[in-house]
């Protein structure tokens, strides 16, 4: 190891923007640079790794420690699960009395020995992540690096003689012989109306708001069946008994996700799949063959939706088409069929639906009217048919889509040429290594849909996809296991 006085004042200064996951990782690999100075600049980059995702929730409100990881912890991170298993006791703590009851849900899998698969709270990944950014802050000092976080907005990008010049909004003007840069996604797509007195454009942010509307017994009702959806019921569980619940949630195909349930021993999908596809068409039919084969066997979504991830990290797409074309076809498709989410919130949504307590709809959100004493929504269907329905509170859970809107400093990397968006979504594409403008600056964020020429088969949004992205694209970092760690059998802990 290199000691604090071997760094010259000349060595060089990398700069990091984003303060979640994926700008920790870039964080990690800061260790096998030789640099003299890393700064990290995020709008919260004292809680490094937390994010937009696994913030930390305010003490005493009901719903902190309700957001689940939308995956069996190892599949998030093997590490992570580790350290969930060894602060098991205090997790129990943390987590007893709670509503919804999240201990009870996971005991099934804690009494197979299996914590390593529980649906962990997001915030205990947050502060896994906030402990790892801080023994990689430590052993960076250790080696004589300065490491700075400032928390402020990065605006504009600048690349001249003397290196790379970031303008933050806080009027900073940094100068950085390199820059890694994770902004996270971009913003959920409004809706016209989603923001009024009976209308929320997202639930993060909004849950003192929604509260209210909640313990007044009102009908909730979601925009879109993802993640964010399960998010709000989880909300309305933390609030009020589940015989008083109102919930409605409105997809285009009306159909809740499948659970993605950890069995042991762990397995997963080896698919199949033949190169020379000339066309998406048949690419996609091979695939879909292949996932009906894993269904037909027994396989169930956690495994076959970890199969193929493993086996697109190890064959990229253009192993299989090579027309860029065909190939941006294919990810759009993946998504919807490997769509799984948390096991424990989509059983709980399935049991409700059972009793009358929720109800799936289906069709397009186009707008919400607010009244005096509720909300009205109008929905299209997929013949194009208008209807409208009224309910008590919108919550706008749609994620991401065209007029979705990016950070600032995004935008000024696809105003000046450096980063480059596709068509009118929100994909975008960055060089080889995640490189924009130039070897010295890397750009990586769940909206990432092109790296280099190849398309991602399956979308980089989750954390293990990004974390193995950033450890691709810095060859001297191990590349991250593909395949989940074993649990410990049959160990107990509690
Ligand atoms: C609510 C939510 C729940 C999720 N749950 C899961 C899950 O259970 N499992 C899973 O695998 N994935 C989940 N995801 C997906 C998520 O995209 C990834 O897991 C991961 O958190 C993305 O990390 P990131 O660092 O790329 O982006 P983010 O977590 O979005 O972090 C980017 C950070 O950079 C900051 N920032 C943005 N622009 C600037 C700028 N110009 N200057 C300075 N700072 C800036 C933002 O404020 C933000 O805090 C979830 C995402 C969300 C939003």
Same mark, same amino acid.
């Given at each position: 190891?290199?000691?604090?006085d ?5 060595a060089?200064?990398?700069v990091i923007?984003?303060?979640g ?8 690999a800061?260790l096998?640079?030789d640099i003299?100075a890393?700064t990290?600049i ?12 696994y ?7 009901p ?11 190892d599949?998030?991170d ?6 969930l298993?060894?602060?098991w006791?205090?997790v ?7 509503a ?6 996971a005991?099934?899998l ?5 914590i390593?698969g529980v649906n ?5 990944y ?10 990689i802050r430590t052993?960076?000092?250790?080696r004589?690096?300065r490491v700075t976080?400032l928390?402020?907005?990065a605006?504009a990008l600048d690349?001249?003689p003397?290196?790379?010049?970031l303008?933050?909004a806080?009027?900073?003007?940094l ?11 971009p913003?959920?797509?409004?809706i016209e ?5 009976f ?24 925009i879109?069946?993802?993640a964010a959806?399960?998010?709000?019921l989880?909300l309305?569980q ?10 409605v949630?409105?997809?285009p195909?009306?159909?809740v996700p499948a659970?993605?349930?950890p069995?042991l ?8 799949l ?9 690419f996609?039919?091979?695939?879909r ?12 979504m ?5 199969g ?10 253009k192993? =299989?088409l090579?027309d860029?074309?065909?190939?941006r ?12 989410g ?7 949504l ?7 307590t ?5 069709g397009?959100v ?15 269907d997929a013949?194009?048919?208008?209807s409208?329905?009224k309910?008590?509170?919108v919550v706008?859970c749609?994620?991401?889509?065209p ?8 935008q000024?990397l ?9 068509g009118r979504?929100?994909?975008l594409a960055?060089g080889a ?9 890397r =750009?990586l964020?769940?909206a990432v849909a092109?790296?280099?020429?190849d398309?991602m088969?399956?979308p ?5 996809m ?8 810095t060859?001297t ?9 074993a ?8």
């Open positions: 190891m290199r000691d604090a071997s760094k010259s004042p000349n060089p200064t990398h923007v984003g303060d996951i994926t700008a920790l990782a870039f964080f990690e800061c096998d640079r003299g890393v990290v995020g709008r919260n980059a004292t809680a490094l790794g937390r994010g937009a995702a913030a930390k929730g305010a003490a005493g409100k719903w902190r420690y309700a957001y689940l990881l939308n995956s069996p912890a599949d998030i093997p590490q992570f699960a580790a350290w298993s060894q602060r006791r205090h129990c703590a943390v987590m007893a009395g709670r919804p009851d999240w201990l009870r849900a005991a099934p804690v009494d197979q020995g299996d390593y962990a709270p997001r915030e205990f947050g502060d896994f992540m906030e402990e790892t950014a801080e023994a052993a960076l000092v250790a004589g690096v976080f928390d402020d907005t605006q690349i001249g003397e290196g790379v010049v303008r933050t806080a009027g900073r003007a100068r950085a012989d390199g820059i890694d840069i994770a902004p996270g996604g913003s959920t797509l409004r109306g989603d923001d009024t007195a209308s929320a454009p997202s639930v993060f942010g909004h849950e003192d708001r929604i509260a209210e509307h909640i313990r007044r017994g009102a009908e909730i009702f979601c879109g069946g993802n959806m399960l998010d709000v989880r309305c933390s609030l009020i008994p589940e015989t008083a619940l109102r919930f949630a409105c997809a195909d009306g159909a659970a993605l349930v069995r021993p762990r397995k997963m999908t080896e698919p199949t033949t190169p020379g596809h000339t066309t998406a068409e048949t996609l039919a091979e695939i063959r292949e996932i009906d084969r894993a269904e037909a066997r027994g396989e169930a956690r495994e076959i939706r970890a193929f991830r493993a086996h697109f990290l190890d064959h990229p797409l192993t =299989y090579t860029l074309g065909e190939a076809k294919v990810p759009g498709a993946l998504r919807f069929w490997l769509r799984g948390t096991r424990d919130t989509i059983f709980d399935h049991r409700l639906i059972r009793t009358g929720a109800r799936m709809m289906t397009k186009r707008a919400v009217l607010s009244h005096d004493d509720g909300a009205e929504v109008i929905l299209e013949a194009g048919r208008e409208r329905y309910t008590g509170f706008n749609a994620g991401a889509g007029g979705s809107s990016f950070d600032p400093l995004t000024d696809i105003e000046k040429g450096f980063l480059e968006r596709r979504g929100t994909a960055v290594g995640l490189s924009v403008g130039g070897p010295r600056i =750009y964020s769940p092109e790296i280099g020429g398309v088969a399956m980089l949004y989750d954390a293990h990004l974390r193995q992205a950033v450890a691709r694209a060859p970092l191990p590349v991250l296991q593909t395949r989940a760690a649990p410990p059998s049959n160990v107990r802990l509690l």
